[in-house]
């Protein structure tokens, strides 16, 4: 077998090349099948979005506390996300909404010529920020701002992705997709959520349900 780099480094071992494969392989097995999205989060350090003290579980397949009661998604949902937003045409701009840890961010970032990130918690939005310009990642704009409202200066958007749980579509967001565009979210109120996938037809909307998931809210406002 050949060696990589930091599989000889001892002191990165959680961040090693096999760690991160061994992530893939259960994304694989978890029914992600888009190679474009698996090399993109085999890409990325996702021990860097997280507080050092969990970092050794980083390349776990779950979501773990960043502070303000916030979580970063679990890699297989971020999977699942990207997979079902890209799955007809990859679109050139998206928004996102919920930066939060900023993984999901860089995940499309790695996809998409541009993405338009929108956060509620000032802290939490300027973390990833720092963490984001420090990997190089330059086709990101950032707003510290509700979500719900979207983002007009830069719509329409191709695809729109939401990480956190509104219980119905916000309409602002509805409007700011493209005709041809797709948005995927989360969508209740209870811990459990519906993923949705609605397109933009000439008119009206499209909408499939997904499978279950697990948000936090989407919360009014911002912090
Ligand atoms: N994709 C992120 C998920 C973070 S959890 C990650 O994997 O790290 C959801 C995020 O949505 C939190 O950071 C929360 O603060 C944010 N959020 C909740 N309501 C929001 C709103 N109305 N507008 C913008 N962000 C919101």
């Known amino acids: 077998m050949q060696l990589m780099p930091d599989d000889l480094d001892p002191g990165i071992g959680m961040t090693s090349r096999r760690t991160r494969d061994r992530l893939i392989l259960r994304l694989k097995e978890a029914g992600i ?3 474009e999205v698996l090399e993109a989060i085999r890409g990325l350090p996702r021990h860097l979005f997280v507080d050092e003290a969990l970092a050794s579980r980083a390349y776990e397949d779950s979501a773990l506390p960043i502070g303000h009661g916030q979580t970063i998604s679990q890699p297989y949902t971020v999977a699942r996300m990207t997979e079902a937003l890209l799955e007809h045409a990859r679109p050139d701009t998206v928004l996102e909404i919920g930066t939060g840890s900023g993984f999901q961010t860089a995940v499309l970032a790695s996809l998409v010529r541009r993405v338009y990130s929108v956060e509620r918690v000032q802290e939490l939005l300027e973390r990833a920020q720092s ?3 420090s990997m190089k990642k330059r086709n990101i704009r950032f707003r510290h701002g509700d979500g719900a409202q ?11 992705m939401v990480t ?3 219980r119905g579509v916000p309409r602002a967001l509805a409007e700011q997709l493209a005709p041809g565009g797709v948005m995927v979210l989360p969508m209740g109120d209870g811990t459990k ?3 949705v996938r609605l397109t933009r037809l000439e008119r009206g909307f499209a909408h499939e349900v997904l499978e279950t ?3 936090v809210p989407l919360l009014n406002g911002i912090s």
């Open 193 to 195: 959520q519906m993923l």
């Open 131 to 133: 963490r984001l310009r």
């Open 150 to 160: 979207g983002w007009r200066e830069y719509a329409p958007y191709q695809g729109i």
């Open 33 to 35: 099948t888009a190679p």
């Open 164 to 166: 956190a749980a509104p």
């Open 213 to 215: 998931v697990s948000f």
